[in-house]
């Protein structure tokens, strides 16, 4: 069962509307819906907010690392409440799909995602789950025949404010399905949330 929700994204106000920071958007929800709210906890290297709802108590986690050394927060935070990789689950913003899109996977390689790499690092591991947050891809969002925006430039700047619908939209979703995905098998979740 998922104990630890990790939202990725970079700290600081200049960072805030950043697409890289989709993880950070999604934790926010999580932790209203919840009634609970985010506390600097500076040994740990991020933010923490502490659920409990039910019977299930979960701790929901934004480093305040920037994005590349994520893992330092998750590893530190897993160590010390002893949660195993497999109960992690990282929400974070997924290049490889279009906005509107968001997709539930357990284990598996990094993409590229600075964020994902050092959190692998730090667990020693790459199983653990991921809420893949799509953003789309600046090669495809480029009109035809004209040169893409970088990626790391693309990134770190504000989604339009279709795309930020779009990506609200799927936040819904994730609401929706949410205790499927913090169940025993997390997987269930995955037949409603890839029918969007």
Partial sequence: MIQLIVGLGNPGDEHVSDRHNAGFWLSD???SKFSSSFANEK???GQVAKVQHGSLKLFLLKPQTFMNLSGESVGQLAKFYQIQPQQILVLHDEL???AGVTRLKFGGGT???NGLKSISAHLGT???WRL???IGHPR???PAGSPHQEVASFVLKKPSQNELKLIEKTFEKVLQVLPLILSDDPSSAMKDLHTQ
Avoid: N
């Fill in 126 to 128: 790459p199983e653990y």
């Fill in 29 to 31: 929800q999580l932790a």
């Fill in 43 to 45: 040994t740990l290297k």
């Fill in 140 to 142: 495809d969002l480029a």
């Fill in 96 to 98: 490889d799909l279009p």
């Fill in 111 to 113: 993409g590229g995602h």
């Fill in 132 to 134: 893949r947050i799509g």
